[in-house]
C-alpha cells in the first residue's frame, strides 16, 4: 500500500518570507498523481496545487511551487511571499494513475502558522 | 455552483449508537468519497461511490458503510458507535473517477462519548 510521510507536525513563517513544506511518499508505482491541499480552520479543504509524475517540470500555482523528486519520492511545497491567509493545515496526498476511482493515500498533515 | 454540502455538521452520540451522515455533492459531480480525519492520523480513505455503486473501500470494519442515491447524494452510516470513531468525516465529489480533484464538504464533525 503507499504511504504518505509529512514529517513536520507543525511550521511557522515571518509573513512576507519563503516555508518548504517535506513530503515524502513510498509506491511501487510509476504513474500517479500527488497534491498539496489546504484545510483552513473550520473551513473546508481545497486544492493548492498537483503534479502529474510523468511531468518532469515542477508544477507552480502562483506563490505556491513544488519541488518533485520522482527518484528520492520527495515532494515538497514552497510557499512564497507568505500571506496571513496561508495559515492552514497542509496535507501530502498520493493517487495512483493506474487504478480508476479517487482513493486518496494522504499525509498526517502539517499546521502552518503565519507570524505578522 | 453550490459546493459539497454535508449534513449534520456536528453531532454527539454515545457509545452503541448509530449515526448517519448526509453528503450532496456538486452539481453535476457523480463519485462521492468519504474519509475520516483524526489528529495524528490525517485523513483515511473510508470509501468510494460511483452511479450508486460502492467501487472502493478502505480498511475500515463493517460498521461502516454508505450507499449513494440517483442524484448522486451519498449517506454514511456507522453502527454501534465506539469511542475511536469520534472524528471529522469529509465527503469528497468529483465530476468522474479519473478527474484526479476532489472537492471536500465542510465535514461532519462526531463525538462519541
Not at chain 1, 510521510?5 to 508505482?29: F, G, I, K, N, R
Not at chain 1, 511545497?77 to 482513493?103: P, V
Request: proline share 4%; hydrophobic share 30%.
Amino acid at each position: 500500500a503507499q504511504t504518505v510521510t509529512q514529517s513536520q507536525p507543525e511550521m511557522s513563517v515571518q509573513e512576507a518570507e519563503t516555508v518548504t513544506l517535506s513530503c515524502t511518499y513510498d509506491t511501487s508505482e510509476s504513474d500517479y498523481y500527488l497534491f498539496w491541499y489546504k484545510q483552513p480552520p473550520s473551513r473546508q479543504m481545497i486544492l493548492v496545487i498537483r503534479q502529474e509524475a510523468y511531468k518532469q517540470q515542477n508544477a507552480t500555482e502562483n506563490r505556491f511551487s513544488v519541488n518533485f523528486q520522482k527518484a528520492a519520492k520527495s515532494f515538497s511545497l514552497k510557499i512564497s511571499d507568505s500571506q496571513l491567509g496561508d495559515a492552514a493545515m497542509y496535507f501530502c496526498a498520493y493517487r495512483s494513475a493506474r487504478r480508476a476511482g479517487n482513493q486518496f493515500y494522504f499525509g498526517t498533515g502539517t499546521s502552518l502558522t503565519v507570524i505578522p | 455552483k453550490a459546493g459539497v454540502t454535508q449534513t449534520p455538521r456536528y453531532l454527539i452520540k454515545t457509545r452503541g449508537q448509530q449515526v448517519t451522515l448526509s453528503c450532496s455533492p456538486i452539481s453535476g459531480h457523480r463519485s462521492v468519497s468519504w474519509y475520516q480525519q483524526t489528529p495524528g492520523q490525517g485523513l483515511q480513505f473510508l470509501f468510494e461511490y460511483f452511479s450508486e455503486t460502492q467501487r472502493n473501500k478502505g480498511n475500515f470494519p463493517g460498521r461502516f458503510s454508505g450507499r449513494q442515491f440517483s442524484n448522486s447524494r451519498s449517506e454514511m452510516n456507522v453502527s454501534t458507535l465506539e469511542l475511536g470513531d469520534s472524528a471529522l468525516y469529509l465527503c469528497a465529489s468529483s465530476p468522474s473517477r479519473d478527474s484526479g480533484e476532489l472537492f471536500f464538504g465542510e465535514g461532519s464533525r462526531l463525538t462519541v462519548l
